[in-house]
C-alpha cells in the first residue's frame, strides 16, 4: 500500500488537520493516511497535553475515515523525535508498503534545520500543502500541493480560539479530561480574577480530598467558576435573555453562575452534572450535593481574597455541612449589613467606571474626579469630571470613551458637544462624562455643584 505520514505534535488535532489528510488521498492516491503524533520534538516547546491524551484524540477525531489510521511508534523510540530515525523504522518494520510525507507550510519553511534533511529527500518523498493563495518558496526536493486550507492553529485552539474547528468527540474529551483548561479560563478573565479562580480550584481539591471525592470533578468547577464574571453587562444580560429568560429578573451579579454553567457546558464541552449544578448555584449557594458545597465554600474562604478565614476552612475540612452552614449565615449577614441590591447595583457598574477610568487616563485626561450619585438620582450612578489642553484633546478623550466603551459591549446612550464643542458630555446611562477644556471647566465650575456628593480622584 502506499501510506503517507502525517506527522506533529497534534495538541490538539484540528480539522485543518483532517482536511489535508482527505486531500493527500484525493489527490496524491494514497491508500492510507498515518497519523504519526511526537513524543518530543527538536524544533518545538514542550507539548501541553500527554502522548496518551493526544493519541487518543486523533482516534477520536479520524474514527469515521476508514483511510486514516494512528501509529505510535515514535513512543516507542526514546528521546526526541528525529524524522530521520522514524522513517528508517518504518522501512524496517513495513517493507511491504511505500511511504512518503506530508507536512504543513510552517514546517517546510524550517525543513532545512532537520536533522538528516538531506538523507530524508533521498529516502521519501516529502509533500508540503500550501493555501492556494500562496507562493512561498520552498527548500530544494520538497513537493507543492495547493489546496484550500483551513486558517486554524493548535495554540489557536489551546487558547480557546476557533473550537468550533475542533471534532465534537475531540472537544468532549478535552472538556472531560480538562485539557487546555487554564489557558483557556485565562483569556477570559483579568489576572487578578484568575488568581482567585486557581485558589479556589486548589481550595476545592483541598476539601475533595478531604472528604474523598473527585479531585479532578473539584479542580474543575473551580477553576471555571468565574469564566463569565467579567462578561460586559450588555452580553451578559443577551445571554440571559436568549438562553434563560426565566431568570432574567434576578439580580445581576447572580448572573455570571448560570451563565457559566451554560457557557462551560457548549463552549468548553464539560458535560459532568456535577460541576455545571456546582457552577450555576455558587453565588446564593445550595445545600443539595457535597459539590455544590465545596463550591460555594471555597470561593468565599478563599485564601487570596486578603482575610483570615483558617478557622471556617478547618470547620469545612471536618464537615462540609457544618462549612456550610457557617458560611452560608455569613454571607447573608453580610448582604443584609451592606445592602444586597445596592451592592449587586454597584458591583456591576464598577467595571464601566474602570473602562471610562482607563479610557480617560490613555488620552493623558487631566485633573479627573469620580461623584457618587447614587444617593441622589436613581437614573445616574456616577458623574465623572475630566479637563483637557486643547478642543482636539477634548474630543480625542470622548471618542477614545466611545471606543472602549463599545469595545466591552456597553452601550451609549448620547454623546452631546459639536466638533468645535469646549464641553463634551458622554451619557452612558449610568455614567455620564463630562469633558472640558480647562477655561471652560473653571468657567462652569461643576466641582462647587457637586461638593456635598461623595467624591475621589479618578486618576489610574
Known amino acids: 500500500m502506499r501510506i503517507a505520514v502525517l506527522g506533529g505534535a497534534f495538541d490538539p488535532i484540528h480539522n485543518g488537520h483532517l482536511q489535508i489528510a482527505k486531500q493527500a488521498v484525493k489527490q496524491l492516491r494514497i491508500d492510507e493516511v498515518w497519523f504519526m503524533p511526537s513524543a518530543a520534538t527538536p524544533l518545538k516547546q514542550e507539548q501541553a497535553a500527554s502522548f496518551q491524551d493526544r493519541a487518543a484524540m486523533i482516534s477520536l477525531a479520524i474514527a469515521p475515515y476508514r483511510h486514516m489510521k ?57 509533500y508540503v500543502f500550501t493555501r492556494d493563495e500562496q507562493d512561498i518558496s520552498l527548500p530544494d526536493g520538497l513537493h507543492r500541493v495547493h489546496m484550500q486550507l483551513l486558517a486554524v492553529s493548535s495554540s489557536e485552539i489551546r487558547q480557546g480560539q476557533k473550537l468550533y474547528q475542533v471534532p465534537d468527540r475531540v ?201 457618587d450619585f447614587r444617593e441622589l438620582n436613581p437614573f445616574i450612578d456616577h458623574v465623572v469630571i475630566c479637563s483637557a489642553q486643547s478642543v482636539r484633546q477634548v474630543h480625542a478623550i470622548a471618542d477614545n470613551i466611545k471606543d472602549r466603551v463599545k469595545e466591552h459591549g456597553y452601550a451609549i446612550r448620547a454623546i452631546e458637544g459639536s466638533s468645535e464643542s469646549r464641553w463634551v458630555l458622554v451619557d452612558l446611562d449610568s455614567v455620564v462624562v463630562h469633558v472640558f477644556v480647562n477655561e471652560e471647566r473653571e468657567h462652569f465650575q461643576l466641582e462647587k455643584l457637586y461638593a456635598d456628593l461623595p467624591h475621589e480622584d479618578f486618576s489610574l
Open 171 to 371: 472537544r468532549d474529551y478535552m472538556g472531560a479530561h480538562g485539557l487546555y483548561l487554564e489557558r483557556m479560563v485565562r483569556q477570559r478573565m483579568s489576572e487578578k480574577r484568575f488568581l482567585h479562580s486557581q485558589s479556589v480550584a486548589a481550595l476545592c481539591v483541598q476539601l475533595a480530598r478531604a472528604h474523598q471525592l473527585d479531585c479532578r470533578v473539584a479542580y474543575l468547577m473551580g477553576i471555571t467558576h468565574d469564566v463569565c464574571k467579567q462578561l460586559p453587562y450588555a452580553q451578559a444580560e443577551a445571554w440571559m435573555r436568549s438562553h434563560m429568560p426565566n431568570s432574567l429578573q434576578e439580580a445581576p451579579a447572580i448572573w455570571h453562575g448560570y451563565i457559566g454553567a451554560d457557557y462551560i457546558n457548549k463552549v468548553f464541552h464539560i458535560h459532568d452534572r456535577r460541576i455545571l449544578q456546582a457552577v450555576y448555584h455558587h453565588v446564593k449557594g445550595r445545600n443539595r450535593t457535597d459539590y455544590d458545597r465545596i463550591l460555594f465554600i471555597a470561593d468565599k474562604l478563599d485564601p487570596s481574597r486578603g482575610y483570615d478565614s483558617s478557622r471556617e476552612i478547618a470547620i469545612s475540612m471536618r464537615s462540609l455541612k457544618e462549612g456550610y452552614r457557617i458560611v452560608k449565615e455569613q454571607q447573608e449577614a453580610y448582604l443584609k449589613k451592606e445592602g444586597s441590591c445596592k451592592k449587586i447595583r454597584s458591583l456591576y457598574m464598577e467595571e464601566l467606571v474602570r473602562i471610562v477610568q482607563k479610557a480617560v487616563d490613555e488620552k493623558k485626561g487631566e485633573r479627573p474626579l469620580l461623584y
Open 70 to 126: 494512528l501509529c505510535t511508534l515514535e513512543q516507542e523510540l526514546e528521546g526526541v523525535s528525529y524524522t530521520i530515525r522514524t522513517v528508517k523504522t518504518l522501512f524496517q518494520r513495513y517493507p511491504q508498503h511505500s511511504f512518503c510525507w506530508l507536512i504543513g507550510d510552517d514546517q517546510a519553511l524550517q525543513f532545512d534545520r532537520w536533522k538528516s534533511s538531506d538523507e530524508l529527500k533521498q529516502l521519501l518523498p516529502f
